[in-house]
């Protein structure tokens, strides 16, 4: 029988995940990740920003317009960003924990370092050329994919119940 007082790997990883999301600025896609080794510990974590140590006010946040006065040439994201500012360089068999589904660039990079899955939250993308470009980087890889289903948020804060004031 599971004890249902603590959080699973799966949710306590996802729940960082989440939680870096918010660092974004991005007033429409906030995305978080959280790479973990096979020891359960955090050896990187992102979120989708404009380039470390830019002047940020040079960027607009703008999703349309002309190409280079939108966020899209200048956005770094989250998996990219975890991977960038890893602890380490050996990320064989680690997992990344996405609250996104990687686009086809973070997936190469996914692949490069020979992670060994990728647990998400959101597919929103599906169906898009990119993503399925990402599913099919994955399979040649031979990198698992999974969905996260997360319990509601009140059943999650009822692990809590006794520590919330």
Not at 1 to 10: I, K, P
Not at 62 to 82: F, I, M, S
Not at 99 to 116: D, G, S, V, Y
Not at 153 to 165: A, D, M, V
Request: charged share 25%; net charge negative.
């Amino acid at each position: 029988m599971q004890d249902l007082t603590y959080l699973s790997w799966d949710e306590y990883f996802m729940g960082i995940a989440i939680f870096t999301s918010l660092r974004s600025k991005d007033p429409s896609s906030k995305v978080g990740a959280v790479i973990v080794n096979e020891e359960h510990h955090i050896v990187g974590t992102g979120y989708n920003g404009f380039v470390a140590a830019v002047d940020e006010s040079y960027f607009s946040w703008d999703r349309e317009g002309e190409w280079l006065q939108t966020k899209y040439p200048y956005v770094v994201h989250a998996e990219a960003n975890a991977i960038l500012n890893s602890t380490t360089s050996d990320l064989r068999n680690c997992r990344i924990y996405t609250t996104l589904f990687p686009c086809n660039e973070c997936a190469k990079h996914i692949a490069q370092k020979k992670m060994k899955e990728v647990v998400y939250l959101s597919d929103k993308y599906r169906g898009e050329d990119f993503h399925t470009a990402s599913e099919l980087i994955f399979q040649a890889a031979n990198i698992s994919v999974r969905k996260l289903k997360l319990p509601p948020l009140n059943e999650i804060l009822e692990k809590f119940s006794g520590f919330i004031p």
